[in-house]
């Protein structure tokens, strides 16, 4: 099996291209960090590839895709478009550029490479995975541009899978719930120490108590590539905060 993931350098990529790897598949991983990518490959071994480059950039998409082709011997069984980044703002001081720079990184830059990817996954009646968010579960203030983006893949996965049916292709996206990543921080938002304070706050959010694991997530991708007979489908990997669990 051979995998495209972006965002492949860290957090919930990272955890994916590893699982992914452990099952036998040849992975190939893509971001704008080569250290990153780097220290991950060398973890993994010779079945990881990687290919520094920008999801935004049609140039780049390009050579992720010919790359994950070419480690695959030919073939592309599944892209997983996790490459994204966090964006808040209040809604009483939304910005038109910092918008469009939300969709262009989360949404537009993902699907512009599942468009890519269609004839080689047609081929291998293959899947595309998005990475959405409980945060079209849950209503948390001042994250309004990053829940946005979040509905539109999880729209995006109901038409998409609509669509590429016929060409076997399946599609799913996985709604995470709170998992500690370097999303918070390269957005620089938070501390790390912040960072950590917020997520051991959320905990209690959760049905089962606790936050997750990035490779929890990956376990649920791993399902979604490897389901046949599923497509179209919003998995909720998220400990129950979706549920909207109240003590009163």
């Known amino acids: 099996m051979s995998v495209l993931i972006t965002g492949g350098g860290s957090g919930i990529g990272e955890d994916c291209a590893k699982l992914l790897a452990e099952g036998g598949a040849q992975v190939t991983i893509s971001g704008r960090r080569a250290e990153k990518l780097a220290a991950v490959a060398d973890a993994i071994g ?78 291998s009646q293959g899947a595309i995975i998005f990475i959405g968010s409980t945060h079209t579960r849950r209503a948390f203030p001042g994250a309004s541009p990053y829940a946005t983006t979040k509905a539109a893949v999880e729209g995006l996965t109901r038409v998409m899978a609509a669509e590429l049916g016929p060409k076997q292709i399946r599609v799913g996206c996985i709604l995470p719930g709170a998992v500690f990543t370097e999303l918070n921080l390269r957005a620089g938002l938070f501390s790390e120490d912040q960072a950590q304070a917020r997520y051991d706050a959320v905990a209690g959010l959760h049905a089962l108590g606790r936050i997750g694991t990035g490779r929890e997530i990956a376990e649920g991708v791993e399902y979604l590539i490897r389901a046949e007979w599923v497509t179209g489908v919003a998995l909720e990997v998220d400990g129950g905060i979706g549920l909207g669990v109240s003590n009163f």
Not at 52 to 72: K, N, P
Not at 73 to 96: C, K
């Open 46 to 123: 010779p079945a990881c590839r990687t290919v520094v480059g920008d999801v935004r950039h049609q140039a780049d998409r390009e050579a992720m895709l010919a790359a994950a082709i070419e480690h695959g011997g030919g073939r592309l069984d599944a892209l997983v478009n996790n490459a994204a980044n966090m964006y808040r703002q209040p809604v009483d001081g939304y910005t038109e550029e910092f918008l469009k720079e939300a969709f262009d990184t989360n949404v537009i830059s993902a699907m512009m490479l599942s468009s890519l990817a269609v004839p080689a996954l047609a081929s």
